[in-house]
Antibody, heavy 120, light 112 residues
Framework: EVQLLEFGGGLIQTGGSLRLSCAAS????????MSWVRQAPGKGLEWVSG???????YYRDSVKGRFTISRDNSKNTLYLQMNSLRAEDTAVYYC??????????????WGQGTLVTVSS | DIVMTQSPDSLAVSLGERATINCKSS????????????VAWYQQKLGQPPKLLIY???TRESGVPDRFSGSESGTDFTLTISSLQAEDVAVYYC????????FGQGTKVEIK
């Protein structure tokens, strides 16, 4: 059974940093691209960042230069380092598995999400 | 960025009746190489993460009931629930993955 477990969320001040982690199990982690998708309270879904099986990274414009996605295939873990956090980054952050190694961001499995609250 | 615009924002349908959700992309999301449209549909129930229903505009994900179907016409995409069940109450999102990834704003489906 595929499982994705996110942790690392919390309350952080504007301008602060936070690192999210996503522990994956139940599939060959190193063979699939992964993404982070966020959802602000009461709002819709927004893709944040993705990473291919071998580490090619992609970001939405609003987080470029502030967020860094990475993965450790030996630990089956996905990361999102978030710096210079803003109020508009407040959201539930979901870890999502893609259906291929690269280039096809269809998300067939999702974690339960971790809440990041950025407040002054 | 490709904008995905869903309509309506919400709809109420009687049990057993058909529910139709529309999604329009701001530009073509059809791959000339594969002849497939890069559109997926997700269902999100209250307090839960999204669940993949449909991809490539009309391919049903494994385990998804066949009352869910997807169709397309140019840049217009439709998710149809042929006979609404109580467990289908949720917010539904379309997504394009032709150029990066963007989602529609969501459509809330309720029981009338």
């Amino acid at each position: 059974e595929v499982q994705l477990l996110e942790f690392g969320g919390g309350l952080i001040q504007t301008g602060g940093s936070l690192r999210l982690s996503c522990a994956a199990s139940g599939f060959t982690f190193s063979s699939y691209a992964m993404s982070w998708v966020r959802q602000a309270p009461g709002k819709g879904l927004e893709w944040v960042s993705g990473i291919s099986d071998i580490g090619s990274a992609y970001y939405r414009d609003s987080v470029k230069g502030r967020f860094t996605i990475s993965r450790d295939n030996s630990k089956n873990t996905l990361y999102l380092q978030m710096n210079s956090l803003r109020a508009e980054d407040t959201a539930v952050y979901y870890c999502a598995k893609e259906v291929a190694a690269i280039g096809v961001p269809i998300f067939d499995y999702w974690g339960q999400g971790t809440l990041v609250t950025v407040s002054s | 960025d490709i904008v995905m615009t869903q309509s309506p924002d919400s709809l109420a349908v009687s049990l057993g009746e058909r529910a139709t959700i529309n999604c329009k992309s701001s530009q073509s999301v059809l791959s000339s190489s594969s002849s497939k449209s890069h559109v997926a549909w997700y269902q999100q129930k209250l307090g839960q993460p999204p669940k993949l229903l449909i991809y490539w505009a009309s391919t049903r994900e494994s385990g998804v009931p066949d009352r869910f179907s997807g169709s397309e016409s140019g840049t217009d995409f439709t998710l149809t629930i042929s006979s609404l069940q109580a467990e289908d109450v949720a917010v539904y999102y379309c997504q394009q993955y032709y150029s990066s990834s963007t989602f529609g704003q969501g459509t809330k489906v309720e029981i009338k």
